[in-house]
């Protein structure tokens, strides 16, 4: 009942951009935290950026300086702003939200299906 949906990926060359989008819908009471993270082939799921509902954010330091993330809340949509991008940040981008469902309801993580980033040299 709830889905995150990414948009935006593709093939880049190195030094280029790719924005990626991540649409919130369903049954929504608020959102907290969104999140992207990647997993690159053979590695593990690591942390990209994050931004809270207030619009706090924090960076891996990779993409520190390059990467920026944003939020439109009465959209329930995050955003990644990808520049200056590196063959190392080749991965499968996934959105990530905190949110809950009702007012009664725990907060609870849900994950998007990914969407492919690669970045040729």
């Known amino acids: 009942q709830v889905q995150l949906v990414e948009s935006g990926g593709g093939l880049v060359q190195a030094g280029g951009s790719l924005r990626l989008s991540c649409a919130a819908s369903?049954?929504?009471?608020?959102?907290?935290?969104m999140a992207w993270y990647r997993q690159a082939p053979g590695k593990q799921r690591e942390l990209v950026a994050r931004i809270t509902s207030g619009g706090s954010t924090n960076y891996a330091d990779s993409v520190k300086g390059r990467f920026t993330i944003s939020r439109d809340n009465a959209k329930n949509t995050v955003y990644l702003q990808m520049n200056s991008l590196k063959p190392e940040d080749t991965a499968v981008y996934f959105c990530?939200?905190?949110?809950?469902?009702?007012?009664?309801?725990?907060?609870?993580?849900?994950w998007g299906q990914g969407t492919q980033v690669t970045v040729s040299s």
């Open positions: 990530n939200a905190d949110l809950r469902r009702a007012a009664w309801i725990p907060m609870t993580g849900y």
């Open positions: 369903g049954s929504i009471f608020s959102i907290n935290a």
